[in-house]
């Protein structure tokens, strides 16, 4: 098992930051990609960006269209954690933001895990 735990939610002005972390623990050996999903009142959840981990895999990752440009995804392997940098927030960016890892190396089908998600509410 693995257990994921998100941080560094928070209320933000439009055109602020913020940055998430997510630390993994338990069978961290297991899991090749974490990732970032986000689920806004009402709508379904939807995938973020994506990034592989560890030492044995070559570095690649990937970002929905809507956040390209402003989210950064950035990894620690030492720490076992990955962190998701968010700059030029816009009011639609207000979510739920949850973190996930996976077994596999798919970098857009990430879901064996999941935290337990952190707010983050941009004001206009």
């Known amino acids: 098992q693995v257990q994921l735990v998100e941080s560094g939610g928070g209320l933000v002005q439009a055109g602020g930051s913020l940055r998430l972390s997510c630390a993994a623990s338990?069978?961290?050996?297991?899991?090749?990609?974490m990732g970032w999903y986000r689920q806004a009142p009402g709508k379904q959840r939807e995938w973020v960006a994506s990034?592989?981990?560890?030492?044995?895999?070559?570095?690649?990752?990937s970002y929905a269209d809507f956040v390209k440009g402003r989210f950064t995804i950035s990894r620690d392997n030492a720490k076992n954690t990955v962190y998701l940098q968010m700059n030029s927030l816009k009011p639609e960016d207000t979510a739920v933001y949850y973190c996930?890892?996976?077994?596999?190396?798919?970098?857009?089908?990430?879901?064996?895990?999941w935290g337990q998600g952190t707010q983050v509410t941009v004001s206009s």
């Open positions: 990034i592989t981990i560890g030492y044995r895999s070559n570095y690649a990752d």
């Open positions: 996930a890892a996976d077994r596999g190396y798919d970098l857009l089908r990430v879901g064996d895990y």
């Open positions: 338990g069978s961290i050996f297991s899991i090749n990609v």
